[in-house]
């Protein structure tokens, strides 16, 4: 079909063969034609045909797109692309081999700034819509030096996928790679753009062995098999590389490996067997073991030499976890104040502004990274800096902090924790989130008990993937009442 014989924008085409309906009519794997008006938060565009919402990945702004509908609800219709008819201009060549296949990427098909455009907007729309909130928006923090071979950890999933190369009565092959979207069905490919070169190499070198050897591969479908995951992590500037292998239950065969492995890699300080038994999707169990070398790697994060255990959460993106952290000294004005540092993890935050503080406390319930934060507190000579292993929601009444960080997961912090963050009454709260749907939750919830949102900024920690980290300010609007924690 050429241009000009396209439908409307948000106009339905019948399927040849098919019913002839059109929207609101759609049937499923009816195909029509329209125009991706937006990006979803989860990197989908977005069409309309006849008012109804179509939700299509992988398309851009401004692509006129034949789609197929895969999925019909009440309200909206999720779409499957066919082909673009008429590109936007925020397209660009695909650089990945396993794209869109692969999970790991949302926007290998649009430029960088067209990126940058959609998680502003992601930021903006959590606030103002899910928040009902209206903040000043800063404008993104950009990873304009680098936007691949940027992480610094990788969890390679593995699992045996018939060859089809070499036909019937042959052994299905060992992989490693990542989970399609929406699934865990794993695809293999050999180059990960948003990882070192090292990974990669890594990654394969480990295959093979675990293939030649015929060591045992887990099953999540059976939950049989031993060897899950293959995680590592790599020193940003110190450019030391750990290697934690997850497996169902110990086998000694793992320690030859690991001497292989170092040998053969002298970046690699340490290699470590993790054991976790259970039917879960959580990659790590509690039991760590060191084969080879040291289980910590160390690297510098704001000037402030860090350990970190292979089970301790550390941002994936150091040189832009470096410029998140910067925004976050500032908005808790953090001069000579007391900051309390909750879910610390390894305490890079806090750590980050202790040489502006008067005194830095933080709390995780993580033990391993506890005692990082502790170990990295004294291996720099930080003496007003402490490190408290307990919950967010438990942390003592009797603090008298002037400024309190919130870097939770994913899911964001229980209303506890906002009740108990309130009744110590700072003066400033920082929000830092990889999710800003939650972030504005919480920020609301925050409203509720006496706090205003001034500014939030946007941080891209993850190019080329729909994440984005957001920070927020925050300040005390109005005394706290009583039956606001009934």
Not at 35 to 48: F, H, Y
Not at 105 to 126: G, M, N, Q, T, W
């Amino acid at each position: 079909m050429k241009k000009n014989e396209c439908q409307r924008a948000g106009s339905a085409r019948p399927a040849e063969g098919s019913s002839g309906a059109k929207a609101p009519g759609v049937k499923k794997n009816d195909v029509f034609t329209a125009q991706i008006q937006s990006l979803s938060n989860d990197g989908a565009g977005v069409a309309k045909i006849d008012g109804v919402t179509v939700f299509v990945p992988f398309t851009a702004v401004g692509d006129t797109a034949e789609i197929k509908a895969v999925k019909i609800t009440k309200s909206v219709i999720f779409g499957k692309l066919l082909r673009v008819i008429s590109p936007s201009p925020d397209r660009t060549d695909v650089d990945c081999e396993a794209f869109p296949l692969c999970g790991g990427c949302d926007f290998r098909h649009i430029s960088y700034s067209a990126e940058l455009r959609a998680k502003e907007s992601f930021v903006r729309d959590a606030f103002t819509r899910i928040g009902k909130l209206t903040p000043e928006f800063l404008p993104i923090i950009a990873d304009n030096g680098c936007t691949a071979r940027y992480r610094n950890k990788a969890q390679y999933p593995l699992t045996k996928i018939a060859d089809a190369r070499r036909g019937e009565g042959h052994a299905a092959r060992v992989v490693a790679g990542f989970y399609a979207p929406r699934s865990h069905r794993i695809i293999p490919h050999r180059d990960c753009l948003l990882h070192p070169d090292e990974f990669n190499e890594l990654r394969h070198f480990i295959v093979d062995y675990i293939s030649a050897n015929r060591l045992s591969v887990y099953d999540e479908a059976t939950h049989s098999g031993v060897i899950r995951h293959i995680c590592i992590r790599k020193g940003h500037y110190s450019g030391e590389i750990n290697i934690c292998l997850v497996v169902r239950r110990k086998i000694p065969e793992l320690r030859k490996l690991a001497n292989i492995i170092a040998a053969e890699f002298p970046a690699v300080t340490g290699v470590v067997m993790n054991v976790n038994p259970d039917k879960t999707n959580v990659i790590y169990g509690e039991s760590d073991h060191v084969l080879h070398g040291n289980a910590d790697i160390t690297d510098t994060m704001c000037g402030i030499d860090v350990r970190i255990s292979p089970r301790s959460f550390y941002q994936v993106n150091t040189s832009m976890a470096e410029r998140l952290y910067a925004i976050a000294a500032d908005f808790a004005q953090s001069d000579n104040a007391v900051v309390l540092d909750l879910y610390c993890g390894i305490g890079t935050i806090g750590l980050s502004m202790a040489h502006r503080a008067k005194t830095i406390i933080g709390v995780e319930r993580v033990a391993p990274s506890v005692t990082n934060a502790n170990a990295n507190a004294q291996r720099n000579g930080i003496t007003n800096a402490r490190f408290i292993l307990g919950d967010a929601a438990d942390i003592p009444d009797d603090l008298s902090p002037d400024a309190v960080i919130l870097d939770p997961a994913r899911k964001g912090c229980e209303r506890a924790v906002l009740e108990r963050v309130a009744r110590l009454n700072p003066a400033r709260i920082v929000m830092v989130s990889c999710d800003p749907a939650t972030a504005a939750r919480d920020c609301a919830r925050l409203g509720e008990l006496g706090y205003a949102t001034d500014c939030v900024a946007a941080v891209d920690l993850f190019p080329r993937t729909r994440h984005v980290e957001c920070v927020a300010k925050l300040h005390k609007r109005q005394p706290i009442q009583c039956e606001n924690f009934v």
